[in-house]
């Protein structure tokens, strides 16, 4: 059982790059989410999606799309990479029931040079 | 603003002792409130749920109290052991029933052997 899956794990990009990072899981889970992770700032919320075809803005949103075409994959695409995106990028997914926890990935650590 | 606060400084505790870890929200109504552990370089690994209406949850050698009048969900790890040095989130739902977590900054356990 992988659980949620998430490629790469390191990536360097240059200003102005672009790049897809990769999510998956294997559970069914209708709610799948993207969190960025900061030194010393916990996990904010990029971008949430409550099913195929449906994805909505979380708390920092800015400077990244993504896309549900299936259940089981949630990628996020930064277009034009900056340094302020530099971070731990984790990926999640739920049932979606009320009193379930979060699975996470684990993790991709991006540096934008 | 909302806030969810976890105390910035490492928790040192000497093996066996009890470790207690606070978490206090502002301009949150939740209807639950969830405990993780992160090691580092990995993704929360979700421990518990309390709902807004149990005042203690217990698993193994943690413990979990939430009282919605303080603000306030108190964690503790009984009998501690090295394992069980880790960072360890509070998190809880700022949508009320949409399935959307905000978490707070982390509190790290250390357990001295």
């Known amino acids: 059982n992988a659980g949620v899956t998430q490629t790469p794990k390191f990536r360097i990009l240059k200003i102005g790059q672009s790049m897809t990072l990769q999510c998956t899981q294997d559970?069914?889970?209708?709610?799948m989410y993207w969190y960025r992770q900061d030194p010393g700032m916990g996990l904010k919320l990029i971008y949430y999606?409550?099913?195929?075809?449906?994805?909505d803005k979380g708390e920092v949103p800015n400077g990244y799309n993504v896309s549900r075409s299936t259940t089981e994959d949630f990628p996020l695409r930064l277009e034009l990479a900056a340094p302020s995106q530099t971070s731990v990028y984790f990926c999640?997914?739920?049932?979606?029931?009320?009193?379930?926890?979060?699975?996470f990935g684990s993790g991709t650590r991006l540096t934008v040079v | 603003s909302q806030k969810i606060e976890q105390n910035s400084e490492a928790l040192n505790i000497q093996e066996g002792k009890t470790a207690t870890l606070t978490c206090n929200y502002t301009n949150y109504s939740p209807a639950y409130l969830q405990w993780y552990r992160q090691d580092p370089g990995r993704g929360p690994v979700f421990l518990l749920l309390?709902?807004?209406?149990?005042k203690e949850k217990r698993k193994e050698r943690l413990k979990v109290t939430f009282d919605t009048t303080l603000k306030q969900s108190l964690f503790h790890i009984t009998a501690s052991q090295p394992a069980d040095s880790a960072t360890y989130l509070c998190?809880?739902?700022?949508?009320?029933?949409?399935?959307?977590?905000?978490f707070g900054k982390g509190n790290q356990v250390v357990v001295i052997p």
């Open positions: 998190a809880l739902d700022p949508s009320y029933g949409n399935n959307r977590l905000a």
């Open positions: 309390i709902r807004e209406n149990e």
């Open positions: 999640a997914s739920s049932s979606g029931g009320r009193y379930n926890g979060y699975t």
């Open positions: 559970m069914n889970h209708n709610y």
């Open positions: 999606s409550v099913g195929a075809g449906i994805t």
